[in-house]
């Protein structure tokens, strides 16, 4: 199949610079994104720092609020306040949730906190500490609280000058005032705000210089990263058109041309720019020219597969070995016939079907043909799947490769169950009684043929017994002919009865049935007194009552005993003689036998 070259070396780089882009760019977007986080911690700083200094300014101012509120009111609920204010800068107290928000105004005016507690207890010098503020920072805030804490002493001196005042004690308090309103207090507290405003100065230009950085920092990576960006754009459009020209055309394209190949459709032509056989469409169109030749084929084949297929479903049984004699195919018409499904045989011998009717030389015969002639043909006796024996005609051929030696065995069968059946009916119509199912006149002639030739060879005596039903006329002609059936299938079944399996129970028609016994004795008074025996058994049996539907009905018989043992005497002849012998019988006085020569006669 036609090839399609790549642009290997040109290809390989920019992919290569591709993927170095793209990972360049993943690190600067990290950069930059800790960058723009760096921006927010450092915004964040600042505003928590102005916050932390600003609740130190805003706690002296609280203090001072209420502290000249109590000396100018002498109301304890204040000194509560300046207590609690002092507590919680100070860590004992817990910090109100929003302290940071007007609170000490909403509290005085309401006499109610208007926010609960936190369960935060951490002095304010605590978390300016831990807010990363600078040691100059620190020491600023720190002169701060100390000169507040020095402030705070002033107030409590003021404070308790009003606790000792008594009633009227205008001094105390007027001192009190004087404490907290005269120059000294003035510049005290001054000396807390001065403080302040320098930490406020410092922390504003350190914070203000940190946010500036990051910002810088995050402007520099954005620049790298738009470089970077049209950089990979530049890679990918040369990756482009690496590709465009390896494909020899749009990607959508291509992809269309495949999609259709794919869904077996090779009627359309692929176009091929010039210049571009050696592209992927070119390989594609070379593709499709060939898959239009294949498929051409195989349209070809599926039909002769279909007709192949067709004459396999056929009623006959197929099945296939190989050369090893292992099936490897099977049609439906083997499972219906045989009673196993393909995945029952697949890969085993036939040899399972095997009846054992056949010994091991039939088959060696059959397959001594198959070598020689190619073929054999006949009928053979299998067994189903469900125990029974049925018979078949088998035919089998051989496939051969291209070297001459067997391949393959190709048996195709019918179950003959049906037509042996049949030609079973055929044949019992014509030997054999329909009522009683006994051999007709026609196959006890032939039989009786068959034993007198064997006189030929063996000197044993054989006898015929004429039999006559006494009186069964009667019951025909009084109880009907459905009794008279009855009673002849049963004095056949007594007959039977009473007779080896080499011998012959037949019915001539009507009342008469004929009993032929074989290889009786050499001696002629033997044989003689063997076939009294029967004789006598078949009388007596016959004598006993008959259960028939209509009730009970008594019968006897008359017997002529005819003799043979000389070959040349006809069978009509022994007939004649044992007829003869059963009308001496009857004449009589029934329910007796009589040979056929006068010295045997009893």
Request: charged content about 25%; hydrophobic content about 40%; glycine content about 6%.
């Amino acid at each position: 199949m036609k090839q399609f070259k790549l642009e290997l070396p040109g290809y390989l780089s920019s992919a290569l610079l591709s993927v170095l882009l793209l990972l360049a760019l993943v690190v600067v977007f990290t950069l930059y994104v800790r960058a723009e986080k760096a921006i927010d911690v450092a915004n964040s700083q600042r505003h928590q720092s102005l916050k932390l200094a600003d609740e130190l300014r805003q706690s002296s101012d609280d203090l001072t609020r209420m502290v000249r509120s109590y000396v100018d009111t002498g109301d304890p609920v204040y000194i509560r306040y300046y207590q609690r204010i002092i507590d919680i800068r100070d860590g004992r107290q817990p910090r109100p949730v929003g302290y940071d928000h007007p609170y000490w105004e909403l509290y005085s005016a309401t006499g109610k906190p208007p926010r609960p507690d936190s369960d935060q207890r951490v002095s304010l010098l605590a978390l300016m500490q831990k807010a990363g503020f600078t040691a100059a920072e620190l020491g600023k805030l720190a002169e701060a609280k100390t000169h507040s804490d020095a402030l705070i002493r002033r107030e409590q001196e003021a404070i308790n000058l009003v606790q000792a005042a008594g009633p009227g004690d205008r001094t105390s308090v007027a001192r009190a005032r004087s404490l907290l309103f005269d120059e000294e207090y003035l510049r005290q507290k001054a000396n807390i705000m001065r403080p302040i405003d320098d930490f406020l100065r410092m922390l504003e230009a350190r914070t203000q210089s940190a946010v500036e950085s990051a910002i810088r920092r995050a402007a520099v990576i954005r620049y790298l990263f738009a470089a970077l960006s049209l950089a990979l754009m530049y890679s990918l459009w040369s990756i482009h058109g690496f590709m465009r020209r390896t494909l020899g055309g749009g990607i959508d394209e291509a992809h269309g041309h495949i999609a259709r190949l794919g869904r077996g459709d090779f009627s359309q032509e692929i176009p091929v720019a010039p210049g571009r056989k050696d592209s992927i469409m070119g390989w594609l169109a070379e593709t499709r020219r060939q898959l239009q030749q294949l498929d051409a084929e195989r349209k070809k084949h599926e039909q002769q597969l279909r007709i192949a297929a067709t004459a396999f479903e056929t009623q006959e049984g197929i099945m296939i070995t190989n050369a090893d004699r292992a099936i490897i195919r099977v049609n439906r018409a083997f499972t219906e016939i045989t009673g196993y499904s393909a995945a029952e045989v697949v890969g085993r011998n036939p040899s399972i079907l095997n009846s054992g009717r056949h010994d091991d030389e039939f088959f060696h015969q059959i397959y001594l043909t198959l070598a020689r002639e190619g073929h054999w043909q006949g009928e053979i006796f299998d067994r189903h799947k469900d125990g029974h024996v049925y018979p078949k005609w088998l035919t089998i051929t051989t496939v051969k490769d291209d070297a001459g030696r067997i391949s393959h065995y190709v048996g195709s069968f019918a179950d003959i169950t049906e037509r042996k059946a049949a030609e079973a009916k055929i044949l019992g119509l014509a030997f054999y009684d329909p009522l009683t199912a006994l051999p007709n006149r026609r196959l006890l002639m032939e039989r009786l043929g068959h034993a007198i030739a064997k006189r030929t060879r063996f000197a044993k005596h054989g006898a015929l017994l004429f039999l006559d039903l006494d009186n069964f006329k009667t019951l025909n002609d009084t109880q009907g002919h459905r009794l008279g059936d009855e009673l002849l299938i049963e004095v056949a079944q007594r007959l039977n009865a009473h007779v080896r399996e080499a011998d012959t129970v037949a019915r001539l028609g009507g009342d008469e049935f004929i009993v032929l016994l074989d290889d009786l004795d050499e001696s002629s008074a033997h044989a003689a007194v063997q076939a009294r025996v029967v004789a006598e058994k078949i009388i007596a049996s016959l004598s006993q009552p008959y259960c028939l539907s209509n009730g009970q009905f008594q019968c006897s018989t008359s017997v002529g005993i005819a003799l043979f043992v000389d070959p040349a005497t006809s069978p009509e002849t022994i007939l004649a003689q044992a007829d003869s012998a059963m009308y001496a019988a009857k004449k009589n006085g029934k329910n007796t036998f009589r040979f056929a020569s006068d010295d045997r006669r009893e």
